[in-house]
C-alpha cells in the first residue's frame, strides 16, 4: 500500500499547475502583511522576497497582485495621496489564506 499511495502522490505532484511569479507574489505579499498584521508596501515587499521576485516585482505586479488579492476577498487594498500628487498604495491582510 505504501508503494501505491507514494505512486498516486507522484502522479499528483506532475500534473500539478507550476506556480507562476503572480502567484509566488501573491503568496508572499499577503504572507507578509498576515503574519505581520500590518499593511505592506512594494518596499517592504522586496526588502523581503527572494532574488527573483525582487527582479519581478514591479510597481504594476505589486498593484496586480494586491488588486487580486482583495477580489478574491483576503485583505484590503489602502491608498494615499502623497503631496506630489502620486498615490501610494498597501495592503493589508484581513483573512487567512488556505
Same mark, same amino acid.
Given at each position: 500500500?505504501? &508503494? &501505491?499511495?507514494?505512486?498516486?502522490?507522484? /502522479?499528483?505532484?506532475? +500534473?500539478?499547475?507550476? $506556480? /507562476?511569479?503572480? /502567484?509566488? #507574489?501573491?503568496? +508572499?505579499?499577503?504572507?507578509?502583511?498576515? =503574519?505581520?498584521?500590518?499593511?505592506?508596501?512594494?518596499? =517592504?515587499?522586496? #526588502? /523581503? #522576497?527572494?532574488?527573483?521576485?525582487? =527582479?519581478?516585482?514591479?510597481? *504594476?505586479?505589486?498593484? !496586480?497582485? &494586491? %488588486? $487580486?488579492?482583495?477580489?478574491? !476577498?483576503? !485583505? *484590503?487594498?489602502?491608498?494615499?495621496?502623497?503631496? =506630489? !500628487?502620486? %498615490?501610494?498604495? %498597501?495592503?493589508? #491582510?484581513?483573512? $487567512?489564506?488556505?
Amino acid at each position: 500500500m505504501a &508503494i &501505491i499511495d507514494q505512486l498516486i502522490q507522484e /502522479t499528483e505532484a506532475f +500534473h500539478e499547475i507550476p $506556480e /507562476t511569479p503572480q /502567484t509566488l #507574489a501573491i503568496r +508572499h505579499i499577503h504572507a507578509l502583511s498576515f =503574519n505581520s498584521g500590518k499593511p505592506v508596501s512594494r518596499v =517592504n515587499v522586496k #526588502a /523581503t #522576497a527572494g532574488r527573483h521576485l525582487r =527582479n519581478e516585482l514591479t510597481a *504594476s505586479h505589486f498593484k !496586480g497582485s &494586491i %488588486t $487580486e488579492l482583495e477580489r478574491l !476577498g483576503y !485583505g *484590503s487594498v489602502q491608498r494615499k495621496k502623497k503631496l =506630489n !500628487g502620486k %498615490t501610494s498604495l %498597501t495592503y493589508l #491582510a484581513t483573512r $487567512e489564506m488556505r
